[in-house]
């Protein structure tokens, strides 16, 4: 039944987009065993960003940040890693952050939301 979910033709090949019809699936499904593991480990100990699959939810990647134990870089590729998503919560914890680089700032402040830019604008940091 996941074929036919695929739009998969005779000759055994997707048609559409086919980037996109399995970044659909992927994203309704539930986080892998290594991204399961890897976000609960997260929660208490550092835990490189690079172990973490793309389809960890944004939600898991903030709670990352809240760990005391987790080392600058590793909190500093974080938050590269959220202000590249769309979800307004990830912009929100980038545009707060008084760890952000300026140059994600600078991002951020061209960004849709009006919420966002606002928040960049109230780092204390020096963007403009």
Not at 11 to 30: F, K, P, W
Not at 84 to 112: C, F, I, N, R, T
Request: glycine residues 4%.
């Amino acid at each position: 039944m996941e074929v036919a979910r695929f739009h998969v033709n005779l000759a055994g090949e997707i048609t559409g987009d086919y980037q996109e019809i399995v970044s659909a699936v992927l994203r309704n499904l539930d986080l892998g065993q290594n991204d399961r593991l890897a976000v609960e480990l997260m929660r208490f100990a550092p835990v490189a960003p690079c172990l973490l699959s793309e389809w960890v939810p944004v939600t898991k990647l903030i709670q990352g940040l809240q760990n005391e134990y987790m080392p600058l870089r590793y909190r500093l590729q974080l938050l590269e890693r959220l202000s590249q998503s769309d979800k307004l919560k990830a912009g929100l914890v980038v545009a707060e952050s008084s760890e952000a680089p300026v140059s994600l700032l600078e991002l951020l402040a061209g960004d849709l939301e009006l919420a966002v830019r606002l928040t960049v604008e109230s780092n204390d940091l020096e963007v403009y």
